[in-house]
C-alpha cells in the first residue's frame, strides 16, 4: 500500500514519522473504479484538445513562456490556483490532520500566508523587472553571467527534485486506483506532460491548470456540503465527535502533537512561508499577463481561492476523523488504513459519496498531479534555453527559433529524466528530495529574488558567493537531517536534529549575499549598485523592459 503520496507542496512538508513515511514497496491494486477512468479520459481528450487549439498561439518564444501575455488578471488568478493547490492540499493536508490535529493546520496557515506577501512584494516588481523567468530579475541591474548561472542551478534544483516527487506520487496513485503498473504509469504520466508542454507551451499548461482548479475547487465545495449535511450543519458536532474518536481525545485541539522544538517550528514556518514564494513555476505565471496590474490581480484572486479551498481543508479532516475511526471497512487486518493516510480524502468522499464521487475525485486528484507537473516543465525547459542556453552559453546571441528548439529538446530531457528518476525512486525514501526542493526555494530563490528588488546594495559577486553558499548549505543539511540520516540510511540519530534546514540555510545565503556584496569594492559592484535607481523607477511603472 502507499505509505505516502507526495504529490505537491503542502505534503512535501508532512516528513515527520507521525504524518509521512517513505514512499517504499509495492502497491496493492485495488478493484478498477470505472467512474475514475471514465472521468480522468474525459479530461486527457478535453485538454489534449486544448493542447491542440493552444499550438497554433505557441510559435514565438513570447507566446510559448507567457501565452504571449495574452491571459487575463482572473483567468491567471484560477491558473495560479491550479498550479498551487494539488493532489498534496486535498490528500495529504487531510491526512496530515487526521493524523496529528492542530499542528497540521501550521502546514496551512503557512501555504495560505506566503500569497500576501507574493500580492504586496512581489507580483508588481517582478511583472516589471521581468520577462520569462524570476532569473531575469536578477539580471536586470546585475550583469555578471554568474548571477543567471546561480540563480538558474538553484531554480532547476527545485525543479528537478520536486518533479521527482510529482512524478512518484503520480505514478503511486495511477497504481493504486487504476490498477495499472507503476512503469507504465509513470511513462504515461510524463508523455502526457511532453505534450502539453511541448506542442501547446503556456497557453496550454494555462488550461489544464484552470479547469483543473475549477474541479477541484467544485468537487471539495460538493464534499463539505455533504459534510456539513451529514452533521445536520452543526461544525461543533464534527468537532465533538472527532476529538471522541481520535486516540489524541482533547489534545488533538493542542499544539505540540507533531513539532515541539522552537526551532523546529521556525524552520518549518520558513521553509512553508518562503518556499513557495521561490517555486519558479508559480512565479512564471506572474508575466502570462499584460502588465503589473493585472500581476497583482492575479495574485489577489489565487489568494482568495486558495484561501478558501485551505478552510475547506480543515473540514475534511475533522470529518474524516469522526467518520473512517471506528469503520472496519476502510482498515487493513492490520488495523491500517487502507492505502495510508494520505486516502483520507478519499475514503470520505466514498463515505458520503459512494463510488460515483470517489471516482470524480480520483480523477481530480491525478489531474492535478499532472498540471503541477506540467508547469514544472514549463519552468526547468525555460530556465534551460533562456537563462542558460541564450543568456549564458550563447551570450544572447540566440535566434527566438533556435532558443525554441532547445526549448522543446529541454522538455524531452526533463520528461527522459523524470521516468528514469520515478522508475529508481519507487521503492525509496523521497522524503530528502521533496524537502530539499522546497528548502533551495526558501532560502536560496526566495532571498535572491527579494534582495534583487530591493536591496541597493546587492551585487553580482554577492549572489554568486550567497547562492552558491546556500545552496551547498540546504543540501548538506538535509544529508545529515533525520529525512536522510534516520528515514534512508538507517541511523538511530541524526547529525543535524531539524528536518527541515530552512533555520540555517536561509541566514547562511543572506550573510553571505551581505557580505560579498557590501565588500564588493570592483567597478561593476558599483555600478551595479548605481543601476538600483533605474530598476526601482522600472520596478513601479514598467515603461521599459530592460532584460531579454
Given at each position: 500500500m502507499i505509505k505516502s503520496l507526495f504529490s505537491a507542496p503542502l505534503l512535501l512538508l508532512m516528513s515527520s514519522h507521525s504524518i509521512a513515511d517513505a514512499i517504499a514497496g509495492t502497491v496493492a491494486k485495488q478493484p478498477i473504479n470505472i467512474t475514475a477512468i471514465v472521468i480522468f479520459l474525459f479530461f486527457i481528450v478535453v485538454t489534449l484538445l486544448i493542447t491542440k487549439w493552444a499550438a497554433a498561439y505557441s510559435s514565438s518564444r513570447q507566446e510559448f513562456y507567457t501565452a504571449g501575455n495574452?491571459?487575463?488578471?482572473?483567468?491567471?488568478?484560477?491558473?495560479?490556483?491550479?498550479?498551487?493547490?494539488?493532489?498534496?492540499?486535498?490528500?495529504?493536508?487531510?491526512?496530515?490532520?487526521?493524523?496529528?490535529?492542530?499542528?497540521?493546520?501550521?502546514?496551512?496557515?503557512?501555504?495560505?500566508?506566503?500569497?500576501?506577501?507574493?500580492?504586496?512584494?512581489?507580483?508588481?516588481?517582478?511583472?516589471?523587472?521581468g520577462r520569462f523567468t524570476f532569473v531575469d530579475v536578477l539580471s536586470y541591474r546585475l550583469s555578471s553571467p554568474g548571477t543567471r548561472i546561480i540563480a538558474a542551478l538553484s531554480s532547476l534544483t527545485v525543479v528537478i527534485f520536486y518533479l521527482i516527487a510529482q512524478v512518484v506520487g503520480a505514478g503511486k496513485l495511477v497504481q493504486l486506483?487504476?490498477?495499472?503498473?507503476?512503469?507504465?504509469?509513470?511513462?504515461?504520466?510524463?508523455?502526457?506532460?511532453?505534450i502539453y508542454v511541448g506542442i501547446g507551451g503556456m497557453l496550454a499548461t494555462t488550461w489544464v491548470q484552470f479547469i483543473k482548479a475549477v474541479l477541484l475547487v467544485s468537487g471539495g465545495t460538493?464534499?463539505?456540503?455533504?459534510?456539513?449535511?451529514?452533521?445536520?450543519?452543526?461544525?461543533?458536532?464534527?468537532?465533538?465527535?472527532?476529538?471522541?474518536?481520535?486516540?489524541?481525545?482533547?489534545?488533538?485541539?493542542?499544539?505540540?502533537?507533531?513539532?515541539?522544538?522552537?526551532?523546529?517550528?521556525?524552520?518549518?514556518?520558513?521553509?512553508?512561508?518562503?518556499?513557495?514564494?521561490?517555486?519558479?513555476?508559480?512565479?512564471?505565471?506572474?508575466?502570462?499577463?499584460?502588465?503589473?496590474?493585472?500581476?497583482?490581480?492575479?495574485?489577489?484572486?489565487?489568494?482568495?481561492?486558495?484561501?478558501?479551498?485551505?478552510?475547506?481543508?480543515?473540514?475534511?479532516?475533522?470529518?474524516?476523523?469522526?467518520?473512517?475511526?471506528?469503520?472496519?471497512?476502510?482498515?487493513?487486518?492490520?488495523?491500517?488504513?487502507?492505502g495510508g493516510q494520505n486516502m483520507v480524502a478519499l475514503h470520505l468522499t466514498h463515505i458520503l459519496g459512494g463510488n460515483l464521487f470517489l471516482g470524480f475525485m480520483s480523477a481530480v486528484a491525478f489531474a492535478t498531479i499532472l498540471a503541477v507537473v506540467a508547469g514544472l516543465a514549463l519552468a526547468g525547459a525555460a530556465t534551460i534555453a533562456h537563462d542558460l542556453y541564450s543568456n549564458v552559453l550563447r551570450k544572447e546571441q540566440t535566434d527566438?527559433?533556435?532558443?525554441?528548439?532547445?526549448?522543446?529538446?529541454?522538455?524531452?530531457?526533463?520528461?527522459?529524466?523524470?521516468?528514469?528518476?520515478?522508475?529508481?525512486?519507487?521503492?525509496?525514501?523521497?522524503?530528502?528530495?521533496?524537502?530539499?526542493?522546497?528548502?533551495?526555494?526558501?532560502?536560496?530563490?526566495?532571498?535572491?529574488?527579494?534582495?534583487?528588488?530591493?536591496?541597493?546594495?546587492?551585487?553580482?559577486?554577492?549572489?554568486?558567493?550567497?547562492?552558491?553558499?546556500?545552496?551547498?548549505a540546504s543540501v548538506v543539511f538535509i544529508v545529515i537531517s533525520p529525512s536522510v540520516m534516520v528515514n534512508v540510511m538507517g541511523y538511530e540519530q541524526a547529525l543535524f536534529p531539524y528536518r527541515y534546514p530552512t533555520v540555517v540555510s536561509m541566514p547562511v545565503t543572506v550573510f553571505f549575499m551581505w557580505l560579498f556584496?557590501?565588500?564588493?569594492?570592483?567597478?561593476?559592484?558599483?555600478?551595479?549598485?548605481?543601476?538600483?535607481?533605474?530598476?526601482?523607477?522600472?520596478?513601479?511603472?514598467?515603461?521599459?523592459?530592460?532584460t531579454s
Open positions: 495574452s491571459i487575463s488578471a482572473w483567468q491567471n488568478g484560477v491558473a495560479i490556483s491550479g498550479d498551487f493547490l494539488s493532489a498534496a492540499t486535498l490528500l495529504g493536508l487531510t491526512g496530515a490532520i487526521f493524523g496529528v490535529g492542530f499542528d497540521a493546520l501550521m502546514l496551512l496557515v503557512g501555504a495560505t500566508s506566503t500569497w500576501p506577501l507574493i500580492l504586496i512584494l512581489v507580483s508588481e516588481p517582478l511583472r516589471n523587472l486506483l487504476f490498477g495499472v503498473d507503476y512503469l507504465y504509469a509513470v511513462i504515461g504520466v510524463n508523455m502526457l506532460m511532453m460538493l464534499l463539505t456540503f455533504l459534510i456539513l449535511l451529514e452533521f445536520n450543519f452543526n461544525v461543533d458536532e464534527i468537532v465533538r465527535q472527532a476529538t471522541q474518536a481520535h486516540h489524541l481525545k482533547e489534545q488533538l485541539l493542542a499544539p505540540g502533537n507533531w513539532v515541539t522544538e522552537p526551532l523546529g517550528v521556525a524552520s518549518l514556518a520558513l521553509t512553508s512561508l518562503f518556499g513557495f514564494i521561490g517555486l519558479p513555476h508559480i512565479l512564471m505565471r506572474m508575466f502570462t499577463v499584460s502588465d503589473a496590474s493585472a500581476a497583482r490581480r492575479s495574485s489577489f484572486y489565487s489568494i482568495a481561492i486558495i484561501g478558501y479551498f485551505n478552510l475547506l481543508v480543515i473540514f475534511f479532516g475533522f470529518a474524516a476523523i469522526a467518520l473512517l475511526n471506528g469503520n472496519p471497512q476502510y482498515f487493513d487486518a492490520n488495523g491500517g488504513l487502507i527566438e527559433a533556435t532558443e525554441m528548439k532547445i526549448n522543446r529538446l529541454s522538455i524531452l530531457v526533463l520528461g527522459g529524466l523524470a521516468i528514469l528518476f520515478g522508475i529508481a525512486f519507487e521503492h525509496q525514501n523521497v522524503v530528502f528530495v521533496a524537502t530539499l526542493a522546497l528548502s533551495v526555494a526558501a532560502s536560496v530563490n526566495a532571498p535572491l529574488l527579494l534582495a534583487a528588488i530591493y536591496w541597493r546594495g546587492l551585487t553580482s559577486r554577492g549572489v554568486i558567493w550567497g547562492g552558491a553558499t546556500g545552496l551547498l556584496s557590501v565588500t564588493d569594492g570592483s567597478e561593476l559592484g558599483s555600478g551595479e549598485r548605481a543601476a538600483f535607481s533605474r530598476q526601482l523607477i522600472q520596478s513601479a511603472t514598467g515603461v521599459a523592459k530592460g
